[in-house]
């Protein structure tokens, strides 16, 4: 339930309801503006009459949420939230960003070879695999907490900030010291115990759609960070499993324009898990830009014939190059700078 103050309304007439509320186990979460007061009940508002909240001195509406994800939706939330990393990156904001490195962290002279031509290119987010969640417990796994290590002391050597994949709950310490951006997996994007356990960490989280997920459900997911603390979370769609299996997953691009009707959350594209092909990720990153994504997130490899893991979708250092002069010339033509 969404509540408005009038412009006339005072802090007393503001502290009266909230303590009301408060007092009936509802938890406040503030929502205002510089132009307006705007506040949202969370908790098990079925039982609570709207005539019952606008009869308070200084109600201007009160509004009922329809949508099962709360704090996720535009409703709950008018503006969009913009995300700011430690090395002063926005994620939502006028820019869109770019996200780049190797599927997996394979040893520093790797990861360095790679961020140092990132960095050429301006890129100031480095993602990256140190745990690997795979399909088959016979492939590389990645390097776990040493991964970890590297990406912090590569990204550091370049002012980056850091991006990987947490995949369990247990980790959660160990990423806060190194990580800037905790990414959730497709198949983790259900992970309830482990969603809600990231509610309770300060840190960005990026969720990855899940592999059959819908919107709704996605969103859900997002509502379960959110309504346990953490508001800061960005979305990122990866490609859907449909009956097509010429490409790795179907790339759903329509995604970003519905999350942007229904949620304030930033959102970005993942082309290369979506395609599975390096060939087809430039054309599926210009795609994202110009439907309105927020950012993107690439994999980029100097050697991806012998890459550990996902070579065949990686893009090579100068490919990756050339994309970006490419991709660059087209968001500023959208008004919209990637950088």
Excluded at 68 to 81: C, L, Y
């Amino acid at each position: 339930m969404i509540v408005k103050m009038s412009k006339h309304a005072t802090q007393e007439h503001y502290d009266k309801l909230v303590a009301a509320l408060k007092k009936k186990d509802f938890e406040i979460r503030d929502v205002s503006s510089e132009t307006v007061r705007i506040f949202g009940i969370i908790g098990d508002t079925a039982s609570l009459d709207i005539n019952d909240v606008q009869a308070y001195e200084g109600v201007e509406q009160v509004i009922r949420v329809q949508t099962p994800f709360k704090q996720a939706s535009r409703t709950f939330k008018e503006e969009d939230t913009v995300i700011t990393l430690g090395n002063g990156v926005e994620i939502g904001g006028e820019e869109s960003v770019m996200m780049a490195g190797p599927c997996s962290v394979e040893s520093e002279t790797q990861l360095s070879t790679i961020a140092d031509s990132l960095a050429k290119q301006g890129i100031r987010v480095l993602r990256g695999g140190a745990y690997k969640p795979r399909t088959s417990p016979y492939t590389f796994q990645g390097m776990g907490l040493e991964g970890l290590k590297l990406l912090r002391k590569v990204a550091d050597k370049h002012g980056m900030a850091v991006v990987t994949e947490i995949p369990s709950s247990d980790l959660i310490k160990t990423f806060e010291a190194y990580v800037d951006i905790i990414q959730v997996g497709a198949r983790n994007m259900q992970n309830f115990q482990l969603l809600k356990a990231l509610g309770k960490t300060h840190k960005p989280i990026l969720l990855k759609r899940g592999l059959s997920s819908t919107i709704e459900e996605w969103l859900m997911s997002a509502e379960y960070i959110i309504s346990s603390g953490n508001p800061n979370v960005i979305l990122a769609e990866r490609g859907i499993r449909t009956f097509e299996t010429y490409t790795r997953n179907t790339l759903d691009v329509s995604a970003v324009l519905a999350v942007k009707e229904l949620s304030h959350l930033p959102v970005i594209i993942d082309p290369s898990h979506a395609a599975g092909r390096w060939s087809m990720i430039e054309k599926l990153s210009a795609a994202s830009l110009a439907v309105g994504a927020d950012g993107l997130i690439v994999e980029v490899h100097h050697d991806p014939e012998n890459a550990l893991s996902d070579g065949a979708q990686s893009l090579k250092l100068d490919r990756f190059a050339s994309a970006m002069d490419s991709l660059r010339e087209l968001a500023e033509a959208l008004r919209r700078p990637l950088k």
